[in-house]
């Protein structure tokens, strides 16, 4: 682990914000857990005080000695409190890129590979806590969720993983940052505007050939040049009824142009859901669409690689 | 509700527990009440809506607060603050909302648990009270763990408990201790402590026959005085209206002289029990007394220490002292009788020549009267209303040793030879494992004291000439018997009751030595301790604290926070051993590679080491991955890395 | 018991000059019972590694070479209608062979594919509600050309998992090329090659890898990759149960093979690549590349 210089050291922020974020594994020492008395612990000092004050009036020693195995107790918890979250490696997961409004979930692996039992461990990320308990080596993953307004990479910002364990006297807590973020698609328009007509001059000028599926038989089509010889349907020809090919189910020349510029909406924002809309609804309907946006043009395609990118360059569009 | 049902169910039998010794201390209103509040919580655990709502527990508050006020006690002083915190624990009990309300709860119950040790500092009480705090800190752990295993959360609180445990004992020797201001003292109501009174009439010490209550202990510095000469000396009774015997009105602390005292003292320390009187029991004739202890002019020690604290005391004494002279004062007070004596009486004095012979002989003449004539030693002579002295003497002939005593001192004045009763202790059981001497009530004994020419005062026991065969069996004195006021041999005493007296005498100087070290550790017995040890300031009683915390705290911490990945395989940890000699010569394994490429790349740069590192490498994969390990192979490894060294 | 597989080893060395390691992990595959996937550019030794294990070990050895119109049929066989008896008979396919080399598989549709898969998995071929079982010993040889190759259906990640181990080829270097420029023509060697290791035999060592004994440390290392797999972003998916499966059934061959009688770290670490390489996505396509964060990163005691 590198080391800090004095300045970052005795900055202030170490303590909320946590170090510079990473990518690296993080493990838990000295250098990232911070320990305070909650206000139980404050509780438990005034307790202290009273017993020690009974103690003095009545000159009795048993009542010093409790107070004063309290406060050892009270001292000794600072130990175990630090111990429990010693020694943890924390390392940040790939994330899921969401749509504007969703959840985001981050995903944070905490790896235990020492022999104790981590109880009750806390990670938090803004309003989210999750709690888990991590048995002797072994480890856990998490999954923080955060919401979402704006499309973009957004960041995790600091997660916090604390602990009260055992007395519930001291909170250990350690601040992390790490290069933890998501893509934010933008949120996909509620409208049901049909797709955009497709201009023929554009779909002459998708190069690669629709792909025709083969699996259930459609219907007859005059024959085309450059349909498969296996499709023709030699009985009609044989019949004297011209040359036709067969048609299969998947087989669709269907192809649409999802374009920026064409389509609806006031500002960047409108238009930008409303061709997530599309993107979405194309490609659950199997169609192959084409993509533009400025400084981007993608050609008519369709499947998951295809779908990513053209949900990644909405979620980046014009974004810094 | 969030609260887990496990925590609550621990959490309730734990303040269960706490308030249970209460039983003893409190009036009956205030544990019912508890209890009652308790049980309720404890059925509303599985019956949630049996709860008391608002209003309902706004009846309970009001109740809590009647029987308090009730009790007129206030909110001061040990006994009202122990029922005010047992009454806020239950009425707290009932509305448990979160987990802050536990918290509040566990808190009040170590309020409580520490009020236990106002009314008894017993070394059992001090176990229970440890009992119980682990279960409220497991409570706390059950908590914060969101551990269903309660008995995992009870092991860890004790491994706390434990761990906090050397801390507490450093804090407890050397944190400063101050006595507080007076007005910090709370007027507190006492109960009546049975033990020897300022008066005496027939029947006052045989009450105490039967009493195993201690009264106090004595440690001597050396050597220890035979059981005959163990007289523990209390208030000495001279007026007397012919039944019952009263200290005298003079003024007892004007001035006296001074005894001579010869021989070889008796050096002791005497550790009082907390009593209602300020007296303390000194053997004759204890010399050289400093405050708090005063010795009036009956030669009886007072203090001026509060006497219901259990205090130490040390005393000399000197077994042989020569009182000289008599004042008049002193001398009237000692012939003192209620009237003139009886013609039975005077015939009696007459006929043993008490009026023609020297005291001495009159005293031994009296004595043998005691012994040949038909006199009884019983814890339960016949009631004897009118004139005890004369029934005693002629008619019943049976009596404790109050009746011989008072019977000695009449026939002694009526001879005019100054005499007084003595009251106080007699004999001691000695504890032979701490060498100490255990006083009982038991063992509360009169005698009386002649002042004879030349001699000064000098005791006699009217008692001791009893003859033994006289001594009626039946009765609880072979105590006094083993003590030699009578003298016979005692066959009570069995190999079966052997060891159980042994065990009582063990836990006797365990008892003493908690009274000592523990309960009566005050800042007397610290600083005198510490100055044992060298530290005297209190400066320098911080310092040795702190340090003493603090190296305490360093080893705890390598313990708690020690590596803890550690394989614990015995062959890892050798060949981790292997890869450390290995460094020196810049090779270093990575964490990613095997023992097998680790060895080629070894080997390579050390060529003349490859038979060995070869070996090792085989031996580690033979026993960390084989199919059977046996352990030659591993002690033929252990060496065999012991052994691999580089050769110069 | 090991002479015959290292004079198996020295034979095939012969035939196909300069890799070494490949055909080494190509009978581990064979030793573990799995399946091999070789992904590599045409004219690299595909089909000659293939027809020369057949040949070593007496195996019926059967090409298929996958194209676009390939039918499940072609590959598992059909029913026939025969005119004769007026009923129909079950002609098997290609797969009906101990060593069956499934060239170019990514040519085919994904319909072709998965006839093959399903019954490579299940060792058996289940034709009009009647079930026919594959011979044994099975083994099937699976080509693949780099994906990004115009017209092909690369396979699924979920049917690569039914492939034991993936390996490439890659060109061979300078002198073994010059060998095998100057030497006869492979096919002729091919085809004198004697059998080096019956199929009993192969049995036989089949059934002693499963004896190979696997210690706790080195399952507790298994483990640690498997989660090291699932936890590190340079993965998009961790390694399946049944990856780690495979994973120290090939290490157990690899010992095996090794004259070993227990697993060591190292075995893992020789197959991991063969192993883990096509069951893991990450931006390297190199199987040596992608798994090199494990082999660094997961310490081994």
């Not at chain 1, 009974?54 to 000794?76: G, R, T």
């Not at chain 2, 163990?230 to 209206?241: A, H, K, S």
């Not at chain 2, 050390?606 to 046996?630: M, R, V, W």
Request: glycine fraction near 6%; charged fraction near 15%.
């Amino acid at each position: 682990m590198s080391t800090l210089t004095l300045k970052e050291r005795f900055s202030l922020s170490r303590f909320s914000i946590g170090e510079k974020a990473t990518d690296k594994p993080v493990t838990l020492n000295q250098r990232r857990i911070f320990i305070l008395p909650t206000d139980r612990g404050l509780g438990f000092a005034i307790l202290i005080a009273l017993l020690l004050l009974i103690a003095f009036v009545y000159n009795n020693n048993l009542a010093y000695l409790l107070a004063f195995l309290l406060a050892s107790i009270f001292f000794i918890t600072i130990l175990h409190s630090y111990r429990s979250l010693s020694g943890l490696v924390l390392r940040s997961g790939q994330s899921k890129p969401v749509f504007s409004g969703q959840a985001a979930g981050f995903n944070i692996h905490i790896d235990n590979s020492t022999n104790k039992e981590r109880l009750q461990l806390k990670i938090s990320l803004l309003q989210t806590t999750e709690t888990i308990s991590l048995s002797a080596h072994n480890q856990a993953q998490v999954v923080l969720h955060s919401a979402t307004d704006n499309r973009g990479w957004q960041k995790a910002g600091t997660l916090t993983i604390s602990s009260t364990y055992p007395l519930g006297l001291f909170r250990a807590w350690s601040p992390l940052r790490f290069n933890l973020n998501v893509l934010v698609y933008p949120k996909p328009a509620n409208t049901e505007l049909p797709f955009p007509e497709t201009p023929a001059s554009q779909s002459e000028q998708g190069t690669a050939p629709a792909h025709k599926g083969n699996d259930d038989f459609f219907g007859l089509q005059s024959y085309q040049p450059g349909d498969a010889i296996k499709h023709i349907h030699w009985k009609s020809y044989a019949k004297g009824l011209g040359v036709f090919s067969k048609q299969y189910d998947g087989e669709s020349s269907d192809q649409i142009w999802l374009n920026y510029i064409q389509t609806p909406g006031h500002g960047i924002e409108e238009r930008l859901s409303q061709l997530c809309r599309w993107l979405i609804d194309a490609e659950q309907a199997g169609i192959s669409y084409g993509f533009s946006i400025p400084g981007l043009k993608l050609e008519p395609a369709n499947g998951q690689h295809h779908y990513q990118k053209c949900l990644e360059a909405l979620a980046l569009f014009e974004t810094s | 509700m969030s609260i887990n049902k496990n925590i609550l169910l621990f959490l309730l039998a734990a303040i269960g527990l706490i308030a249970l010794p209460h039983i003893e201390n409190l009036p009956s209103s205030v544990t019912g009440y508890f209890y009652l509040l308790l049980s309720w919580r404890l059925v509303g655990v599985w019956k949630p809506q049996w709860l008391p709502t608002k209003l309902m527990l706004l009846l309970l508050t009001v109740i809590g607060i009647a029987i308090l006020y009730s009790l007129h006690e206030g909110i001061f002083g040990r006994d009202a603050g122990t029922r005010l915190f047992v009454t806020a624990l239950g009425l707290k009990l009932l509305e448990i909302k979160s987990e802050r309300d536990l918290y509040l709860i566990i808190f009040l119950a170590f309020i409580v648990a520490t009020s236990l040790f106002l009314y008894q500092q017993s070394i059992f009480m001090a176990a229970y009270i440890l009992v119980v705090c682990c279960v409220l800190l497991g409570t706390l752990v059950c908590i914060n763990s969101s551990h269903s295993k309660t008995w995992h959360s009870l092991k860890t609180a004790g491994v706390i408990i434990a761990q906090a445990l050397p801390m507490t004992i450093v804090i407890f020797i050397l944190f400063p201790r101050v006595e507080a201001p007076k007005w910090m003292y709370f007027n507190d109501k006492h109960q009546a402590k049975t033990g020897l009174g300022d008066n005496m009439e027939p029947g006052t010490i045989s009450d105490l026959a039967m009493s195993d209550e201690l009264v106090f202990r004595v440690q001597f510095t050396g050597t220890i005085p035979p059981p005959a000469q163990r007289y523990w000396r209390g208030p000495v009774l001279t007026q007397t209206d012919g039944k019952r015997w009263t200290q005298n009105r003079i003024d007892l602390s004007q001035p006296i002289d001074q005894p001579k005292l010869t021989g070889n003292p008796y050096q002791y320390i005497l550790l009082m029990e907390p009593q209602d009187k300020n007296w303390v029991f000194a053997l004759a004739l204890p010399a050289d007394v400093s405050s708090p202890l005063r010795r009036n002019s009956h030669y009886q020690l007072v203090t001026s220490a509060n006497p219901d604290k259990r205090t130490e005391y040390r005393i000399t004494s000197y077994p042989t002292y020569n009182t000289g002279t008599i004042t008049k004062d002193e001398y009237q007070e000692a012939t003192q009788l209620p009237g003139p004596a009886s013609a039975n009486v005077t015939q009696l004095v007459q006929r043993l020549h008490g009026f023609d012979s020297p005291p001495d002989k009159f005293i031994s003449q009296l004595l043998n009267h005691f012994k040949t004539e038909d006199f009884y030693y019983t814890l339960t002579p016949p009631l004897m209303q009118e004139n005890p002295i004369e029934q005693f003497l002629f008619e019943s002939h049976r009596g404790f040793c109050e009746h011989y005593a008072t019977a000695f001192v009449y026939l002694m004045r009526v001879a005019h030879i100054p005499a007084r009763i003595v009251t106080g202790y007699q004999g001691g059981e000695l504890n032979q494992v701490g060498n100490f001497l255990d006083i009982k009530q038991a063992y509360a004994h009169a005698w009386a004291e002649v002042w004879l020419e030349n001699r000064g005062w000098v005791r006699i026991d009217p008692t001791a000439a009893i003859a033994p065969e006289r001594i009626e069996q039946n009765i609880n004195i072979d105590q006094q018997v083993a003590n030699g006021i009578i003298s016979f041999t005692p066959n009570s005493a069995s190999a079966a009751v052997d060891w159980l007296k042994n065990a009582r005498q063990l836990w006797g100087n365990v008892d003493y030595q908690w009274q000592r070290w523990v309960i009566n550790y005050d800042n007397k017995n610290q600083s005198k301790f510490l100055s044992s040890l060298g530290i005297s300031d209190l400066k320098t009683m911080i310092y040795w604290m702190a340090g003493i915390i603090g190296l305490i705290t360093a080893v705890l911490s390598w313990v708690l926070l020690r590596n803890p990945g550690q394989p614990t395989d015995p062959a890892v940890l050798a060949y981790q051993r292997f890869c450390k000699k290995l460094v020196v010569k810049g090779l270093i394994k990575r964490p990613g590679e095997g023992a097998k490429d680790f060895s080629k790349r070894a080997k390579k740069s050390l060529p003349e080491q490859a038979a060995s590192i070869d070996l090792i490498t085989q031996l580690f994969i033979k026993l960390h991955y084989g199919k059977q390990q046996n352990n030659n192979d591993l002690q033929r490894f252990e060496s065999l890395v012991a052994r691999f060294n580089f050769k110069h | 018991m090991h002479n015959d597989l290292e004079q198996l080893l020295q034979t095939a060395n012969q035939i196909i000059l300069g890799k070494p390691r490949q055909i080494r992990l190509a009978v581990c595959c064979l030793l573990a019972r799995g399946h091999l996937l070789i992904e590599d550019i045409p004219g690299v030794g595909k089909t000659t590694l293939s027809h020369t294990l057949a040949k070593l070990l007496g195996l019926n050895y059967q090409r298929i070479q996958f194209t676009s119109d390939i039918l499940p049929a072609d590959i598992i066989g059909a029913s026939v209608f025969n005119a004769q008896t007026h009923s129909f008979s079950f002609h098997p396919g290609a797969i009906f062979n101990q060593m069956v080399l499934a060239d170019e598989i990514n040519r085919a549709t994904p319909k072709a594919q998965s006839a093959l898969l399903e019954a490579m998995e299940e060792h058996q071929v289940t034709v009009e509600g009647k079930t026919y079982p594959l011979p044994a010993p099975f083994f099937v040889i699976a080509t693949q050309n780099p994906t990004h190759q115009i017209g092909t259906f690369p396979l699924p990640e979920s049917q690569l998992d039914r492939f034991l181990m993936r390996i490439e080829l890659g060109y061979p270097d300078l002198r073994a090329e010059k060998a095998l420029l100057s030497g006869q023509r492979r096919h002729d060697l091919i085809d004198s090659l004697p059998v080096k290791l019956a199929p009993e035999r192969l049995h036989q060592l089949q059934k002693a890898v499963t004896r190979v004994h696997a210690s706790d440390a080195l399952l507790d290392y298994c483990l640690a990759i498997i989660n090291y797999t699932r936890s590190s972003p340079d993965y998009h998916c961790g390694l399946s149960p049944r990856a780690g499966l495979a994973l120290l059934t090939a290490a157990k061959a690899w010992a095996f093979m090794n004259q070993r009688d227990a697993v060591i770290p190292e075995d893992i670490q020789a197959v991991l690549a063969a192993v883990a390489g096509h069951r893991l996505r990450s931006g390297n396509t190199n199987s040596e590349a992608i798994v090199q964060p494990i082999l660094t990163n997961v310490a081994v005691l």
